[in-house]
């Protein structure tokens, strides 16, 4: 039982104590006990223990290691490269009568994908044909009534006249090839028989027409995707195009050119290359990210569209002085929405702690924009406990 040392009691018993000691050493004075060492200093932000102090055994640090993906396994979706991808409707109504290509089959441009039995085809081609007719026959009757002025036996007006009439022919002609050739038809197709052609060479990717099936040339106008959807895609899928969503702080380490690895749980083992072409100038203002968009090389056509993937957006070589370090998430803590972390002085037992510009924790690691150097030793065990002893003192 300890008593306090300012009471008879307590006098009385000090001195049994002492006349015991006494005794007990023959009488001879004890000796000074020497002043115990301090159990660590405090010099501002920097914590310094003794070498052995037990407060070592607490505290584990790690090598800040350069950070060599400015943005790693961000979420993305693929899908057809616009630029070699073309949606293909039908420009005439009428009736399937032959399917002529199906998904997966390479065709090359200007290739026939269905036959469609349509009225409004066969008008246009009927309407061009009447019209070639005529612009022959008004051609006739101008070089007629010409050679006929030439020998008096025709008026000037007569010339005139049938001048005006082969210039209205032609002109009608001319109308008529035009709406022929937007139909992508020409004078010597079969009567009412259109070739539904694709006008790029590639891979169909998709397909929603059947033999027999009705269509109408005014399906592209619905926008309404889910009723109307086009009756072929056609691409070229050894390209795709890739959509990421990146975060605020991510937008810093983001530039048109860098390098993408892709990576897709379907290949496990297979890495994907791809580089970022366009950042969105805009964020979306329920998710608050940005859209990215890269190009990806999908030579064997094993990556397909709609694909969700996870990207390492990879620095340029000149770049990876500026892309900070990478630590891990357990070293950094936050007061007063201030990021910190400590760091071990070289070849010491000190401990400084710093304030550092820190972005989003991916995988267990931070990346630390400034505040630390490659190599510095990092405390990711015992970050705070140092606080701990570093905040009161302070």
């Known amino acids: 039982m300890i008593f306090p040392m300012n009471t008879s009691l307590g006098r009385r018993v000090q001195w049994i104590a002492g006349a015991a000691l006494l005794s007990l050493a023959g009488c001879s004075k004890p000796a000074e006990a020497p002043p115990s060492a301090p159990a660590y200093q405090v010099n501002g932000n920097i914590v310094t223990f003794p070498a052995r102090a037990p407060q070592l055994s607490s505290i584990g640090t790690e090598s800040a290691e350069l950070r060599r993906l400015a943005v790693s396994h961000l979420t993305g979706r693929l899908y057809w490269d616009d630029d070699t991808t073309v949606r293909i409707f039908t420009p005439v109504s009428g009736r399937v009568m032959a399917v002529l290509a199906d998904i997966g089959n390479r065709v090359e441009r200007g290739a026939p994908l269905a036959r469609i039995e349509s009225p409004d085809y066969g008008q246009a081609l009927a309407d061009a044909r009447t019209a070639t007719a005529n612009l022959a026959a008004a051609d006739k009757a101008y070089t007629r009534t010409q050679d006929l002025l030439e020998h008096g036996a025709a008026a000037q007006k007569d010339v005139e006249a049938a001048e005006a009439a082969d210039r209205a022919a032609a002109a009608e002609h001319n109308r008529a090839l035009a709406r022929l050739e937007l139909y992508g038809g020409g004078e010597t197709a079969g009567d ?158 000190a401990f400084e702690r710093r304030a550092v510009n820190v972005g989003t924790e991916q995988d267990g690691k931070i990346p630390v924009l400034s505040g630390v150097q490659p190599g510095e030793k990092v405390v990711v065990e015992g970050a705070l406990l140092l606080e701990a002893v570093l905040a009161p003192a302070n």
């Open 192 to 349: 009412k028989q259109y070739l539904l052609s694709s006008p790029i060479a590639g891979t169909v990717v998709e397909r929603s027409i059947n033999n027999g099936q009705e269509v109408r040339n005014d399906q592209m106008l619905a926008n309404a995707p889910n009723l109307f959807a086009p009756l072929f895609v056609v691409t070229d899928p050894r390209v795709l195009w890739l959509q990421l969503d990146a975060a605020e702080t991510d937008l810093p380490a983001l530039q048109i050119g860098q390098h993408l690895r892709v990576h897709a749980h379907a290949f496990p083992d297979q890495t994907f290359e791809g580089e970022l072409n366009n950042i969105g100038e805009e964020l979306d203002p329920a998710t608050r990210t940005v859209k990215i968009r890269g190009v990806v090389k999908n030579p064997a056509q094993l990556l397909k569209g709609e694909m969700y993937v996870t990207v390492d957006v990879l620095r340029e070589l000149g770049a990876q002085e500026t892309a900070g370090v990478e630590v891990a998430s357990t070293a950094v803590f936050t007061i007063d929405q201030q990021a910190y972390l400590f760091v071990q002085l070289p070849n010491s037992t």
